[in-house]
């Protein structure tokens, strides 16, 4: 069975890049047809999906996010990453990676708070 651990600092000041890890065991990030995603959810709004790594190693990005964004990942630790640049207080949220395949339903890390401020 796949777990998602996601790890990274809980306060962040703004202007400054957040990165966080997300440690994918029982299965590997290079399985055909898998996608690996980053989803952030603000306070007291919904689901915001943010972009992904393919088995392939292909990225895919939200366009609201895209200039902000970037997605890489070690296959020889089974992690991927996310940077989110020049982070402002809207960008507080509760941060979850997640496992995606067509046809099949997410799995999901069980997500970490992150806030920005200074």
């Known amino acids: 069975q796949v777990r998602l651990q996601e790890s990274g600092p809980a306060l962040v000041k703004p202007s400054q890049t957040l990165t966080l890890t997300c440690t994918v065991s029982?299965?590997?990030?290079?399985?055909?047809?898998?996608?690996w995603s980053w989803i952030r959810q603000p306070p007291g709004k919904g689901l915001e999906w943010m972009g992904a790594?393919?088995?392939?190693?292909?990225?895919a990005y939200s366009p609201s996010l895209k200039s902000r964004t970037s997605i890489s990942r070690d296959t020889s630790k089974n992690q991927f990453t996310l940077q989110l640049n020049s982070v402002t207080p809207e960008d507080t949220a509760v941060y979850y990676c997640?496992?995606?395949?067509?046809?099949?339903?997410?799995?999901w890390g069980q997500g970490t708070q992150v806030t920005v401020s200074s």
């Open positions: 029982g299965g590997s990030i290079t399985t055909n047809y898998y996608y």
């Open positions: 997640a496992r995606e395949g067509v046809g099949r339903s997410r799995t």
């Open positions: 790594i393919g088995y392939s190693g292909s990225t």
